[in-house]
């Protein structure tokens, strides 16, 4: 859902300077690339909809959602590991661009659906998700909000009670028969619970930024702009999905 592993535990303060060192720019960079690559799968996966292969378009859909989870998975753990032993991290390298190659075959499937059910939707989500990135950006390089560790605390226990919400609908949904009441219907309380997930999401940037900045201010290797850009493609791809779940309870009413 979001990557509460981007905190003050895995940025070094110890200076790594046998290899070239990562920088804000090259993390941008990288964002923009796992960003392409998303944005070719999920015309793929558009396109299997729009020409009527709607089955394989949905193996499509939890082929991706499968295999970006374990990506991602591969990707942090890895990373992880390897700030720990103080060495630059090998598979983020390709794991974060399958991991976007993956999310695009989800995104794509999804966003086809839903377009096809309330035409403009789709383009309404992805313009409010890059406004809500901008503006997080522009209240962080202004220090209006700051990545403290109280604020990372409280974001990542919110994330955390996001995702637990969600598992247990899922499970609720398959095996008992029904879900938690209200938050996930159009009802008042499902509008006010889409938009608590949503600044959650948000804030989750606040984090993604303090990461890149303060790991290239520790001169860490160059392959980290890889595991920043990943952090924020995960960001980036929940607040979408979020704020589409938004739209369509308030399209539903």
Same mark, same amino acid.
């Given at each position: 859902?979001?990557?509460?592993?981007?905190?003050?535990?895995?940025?070094?303060?110890?200076?790594?300077?046998?290899?070239?060192?990562?920088?804000?720019?090259?993390?941008?960079?990288?964002?923009?690339?796992?960003?392409?690559?998303?944005?070719?799968?999920?015309?793929?996966?558009?396109?299997?909809?729009?020409?009527?292969?709607?089955?394989?378009?949905?193996?499509?859909? &939890?082929?991706?959602? $499968?295999?970006?989870?374990?990506?991602?998975?591969?990707?942090?753990?890895?990373?992880?590991?390897?700030?720990?032993?103080?060495?630059?991290?090998?598979?983020?390298? &390709?794991?974060?661009?399958?991991?976007?190659?993956?999310?695009?075959?989800?995104?794509?499937? $999804?966003?086809?659906?839903?377009?096809?059910?309330?035409?403009?939707?789709?383009?309404?989500?992805?313009?409010?998700?890059?406004?809500?990135?901008?503006?997080?950006?522009?209240?962080?390089?202004?220090?209006?909000?700051?990545?403290?560790?109280?604020?990372?605390?409280?974001?990542?226990?919110?994330?955390?009670?996001?995702?637990?919400?969600?598992?247990?609908?899922?499970?609720?949904?398959?095996?008992?028969?029904?879900? $938690?009441?209200?938050?996930?219907?159009?009802?008042?309380?499902?509008?006010?619970?889409? %938009?608590?997930?949503?600044?959650?999401?948000?804030?989750?940037?606040?984090?993604?930024?303090?990461?890149?900045?303060?790991?290239?201010?520790?001169?860490?290797?160059?392959?980290?702009?890889?595991?920043?850009?990943?952090?924020?493609?995960?960001?980036?791809? &929940?607040?979408?999905?979020? $704020?589409?779940? %938004?739209?369509?309870?308030?399209?539903?009413?």
């Amino acid at each position: 859902m979001s990557n509460p592993v981007l905190n003050e535990n895995f940025v070094s303060t110890e200076r790594i300077l046998d290899s070239e060192p990562m920088s804000i720019n090259g993390a941008v960079n990288k964002t923009a690339v796992l960003l392409g690559l998303a944005v070719i799968t999920a015309a793929y996966s558009w396109s299997m909809v729009l020409h009527g292969f709607t089955d394989k378009a949905m193996m499509l859909m &939890w082929a991706g959602a $499968i295999g970006g989870f374990i990506a991602a998975l591969i990707g942090i753990f890895s990373t992880a590991g390897a700030m720990r032993s103080g060495t630059a991290p090998k598979a983020i390298v &390709w794991a974060a661009p399958v991991y976007a190659l993956f999310e695009g075959l989800f995104l794509g499937t $999804i966003s086809s659906v839903v377009e096809a059910q309330y035409q403009g939707i789709v383009i309404q989500a992805v313009a409010a998700t890059f406004a809500v990135l901008f503006v997080m950006l522009a209240l962080f390089k202004s220090g209006a909000v700051k990545a403290t560790d109280t604020f990372r605390r409280v974001i990542f226990t919110a994330t955390l009670s996001v995702a637990l919400i969600y598992l247990i609908q899922i499970i609720a949904t398959h095996f008992v028969g029904h879900g $938690i009441p209200q938050i996930f219907t159009a009802s008042p309380i499902g509008i006010g619970f889409s %938009l608590v997930v949503i600044a959650i999401a948000a804030f989750n940037f606040i984090i993604d930024f303090d990461f890149i900045e303060r790991a290239a201010a520790n001169l860490l290797p160059k392959n980290y702009e890889w595991y920043g850009a990943m952090g924020l493609m995960i960001t980036l791809v &929940w607040l979408y999905i979020e $704020i589409l779940r %938004l739209l369509l309870k308030l399209n539903r009413r």
